[in-house]
């Protein structure tokens, strides 16, 4: 019953149609970082509606371009949501500000580790051993304490006492943003895979609007300083060189 019941849940998000308030809220400015929070504040409601095993969910932004023009400066490039209060005050909000804070002061990045690996996701066994040999790797004899509790917090949220799962989006070959997101020990593998399916999609979605509002900007700078220098052109051109041009008028500038 309850599995029917969980499958008609998740039907019901993969129905949901994201993307249009996308197209509403964020085609109304270039760059609206308010908008764009309030589109992200909208899929985790969703997510969390529909998803009953789902814990907590993060999007970070890491291209350069898209953080600049949404201002979005480390930590404030990752908008993190959870489930509730109580996760966010208790053990797993607690254990996430630590690891973040960790991660950050040691240089240690999933996407920068996976792409190594030529992966786009952690979801399985052997990937985070990947993970977990790379950060290994980091550790020197100033750090090595914040390695050791890295690695025992990633086993935590992977393996242990959660189950997690970590995606990277590209837009073509572009890294755009990751997301991760954090579910209970027991949930099923196959309703997981159907969450992230429509996230994928959702995402993909929302990181190709993202680079089309860079090209925008480029596209806007790169008109105005076409402007720039054809009116430069035509001042001195059509104005300047004409006057100085003329003897009469060039005798009239060292008229004081």
């Given at each position: 019953?309850?599995?029917?019941?969980?499958?008609?849940?998740?039907?019901?998000?993969?129905?949901?149609?994201?993307?249009?308030?996308?197209?509403?809220?964020?085609?109304?400015?270039?760059?609206?970082?308010?908008?764009?929070?309030?589109?992200?504040?909208?899929?985790?409601?969703?997510?969390?509606k529909n998803i009953s095993h789902?814990?907590?969910?993060?999007?970070?932004?890491?291209?350069?371009?898209?953080?600049?023009?949404?201002?979005?400066?480390?930590?404030?490039?990752?908008?993190?949501?959870?489930?509730?209060?109580?996760?966010?005050?208790?053990?797993?909000?607690?254990?996430?500000?630590?690891?973040?804070?960790?991660?950050?002061?040691?240089?240690?990045?999933?996407?920068?580790?996976?792409?190594?690996?030529?992966?786009?996701?952690?979801?399985?066994?052997?990937?985070?051993?990947?993970?977990?040999?790379?950060?290994?790797?980091?550790?020197?004899?100033?750090?090595?304490?914040?390695?050791?509790?890295?690695?025992?917090n990633l086993i935590k949220l992977?393996?242990?006492?959660?189950?997690?799962?970590?995606?990277?989006?590209?837009?073509?070959?572009?890294?755009?943003m990751d997301t991760l997101l954090?579910?209970?020990?027991?949930?099923?593998?196959?309703?997981?895979?159907?969450?992230?399916?429509?996230?994928?999609?959702?995402?993909?979605?929302?990181?190709?609007?993202?680079?089309?509002?860079?090209?925008?900007?480029?596209?806007?700078?790169?008109?105005?300083?076409?402007?720039?220098?054809?009116?430069?052109?035509?001042?001195?051109?059509?104005?300047?060189?004409?006057?100085?041009?003329?003897?009469?008028?060039?005798?009239?500038?060292?008229?004081?």
């Amino acid at each position: 019953m309850h599995m029917k019941k969980n499958k008609e849940k998740i039907n019901k998000l993969l129905n949901y149609s994201w993307w249009r308030e996308v197209n509403k809220s964020l085609r109304r400015e270039v760059g609206n970082r308010k908008a764009l929070k309030n589109a992200l504040n909208s899929l985790s409601k969703t997510l969390f509606k529909n998803i009953s095993h789902l814990l907590y969910i993060n999007f970070g932004f890491i291209h350069p371009e898209v953080m600049k023009i949404f201002q979005l400066w480390e930590p404030k490039n990752i908008f993190s949501y959870y489930k509730n209060n109580s996760h966010k005050s208790g053990k797993l909000g607690k254990l996430l500000k630590n690891q973040f804070k960790l991660m950050r002061e040691c240089d240690v990045y999933f996407y920068k580790i996976i792409k190594e690996k030529e992966e786009f996701e952690i979801r399985k066994g052997e990937k985070l051993n990947f993970v977990i040999k790379k950060i290994n790797e980091k550790g020197n004899s100033t750090k090595k304490k914040d390695i050791e509790t890295i690695r025992g917090n990633l086993i935590k949220l992977f393996k242990c006492s959660y189950k997690s799962y970590y995606l990277t989006i590209y837009y073509g070959e572009t890294f755009v943003m990751d997301t991760l997101l954090i579910f209970e020990k027991n949930t099923n593998e196959n309703s997981v895979n159907q969450v992230i399916l429509y996230l994928k999609g959702a995402l993909q979605y929302l990181a190709g609007y993202l680079m089309h509002q860079v090209s925008m900007i480029y596209a806007l700078r790169s008109a105005v300083a076409a402007i720039m220098a054809r009116n430069m052109s035509h001042n001195i051109g059509s104005h300047v060189l004409n006057y100085l041009s003329n003897p009469e008028e060039l005798d009239n500038l060292w008229v004081i």
